[in-house]
Nanobody, 119 residues
């Protein structure tokens, strides 16, 4: 089982990107999933989370600009990023609480995808 992010890239300020996070392998359930980011020299910060019921939470710095959503049938979570700012530049990772083989439930982290916003 692994989490794979995609959709990062270089964009100008004010632009948009859509990140995807897919859980691949023997996954039998996907619970809370979160997007996190780490800028150079800074700590890892929560960006947004979504529960299996669709309840969402956002960091104050991204409210109104970033939207998290999920497609449970495809074990995929998205992060729509609009009105991007240079301060959004970071490596974005997803973390998923998954039910896998042998009724094991645990967190899985992806490798991350780079987002760079130019001014």
């Amino acid at each position: 089982v692994q989490m794979v992010e995609s959709g990062g890239g270089l964009v100008q300020a004010g632009g948009s990107l859509r990140l995807s996070c897919v859980a691949s392998g023997s996954v039998f359930g996907m619970y809370t999933v979160g997007w996190y980011r780490q800028a150079p020299g800074k700590e890892l910060d929560m960006v947004a989370t979504i529960t299996q019921y669709g309840a969402t939470e956002y960091a104050d710095s991204v409210k109104g600009r970033l939207t998290i959503s999920r497609d449970a049938s495809k074990n995929t979570v998205f992060l729509q990023m609009n009105s991007l700012k240079p301060a959004d530049t970071a490596v974005y990772c997803c973390d998923a609480d998954l039910l896998v083989v042998w009724s094991t439930r645990r967190d899985f982290w992806g490798q991350g995808t780079q987002v760079a916003v130019s001014s």
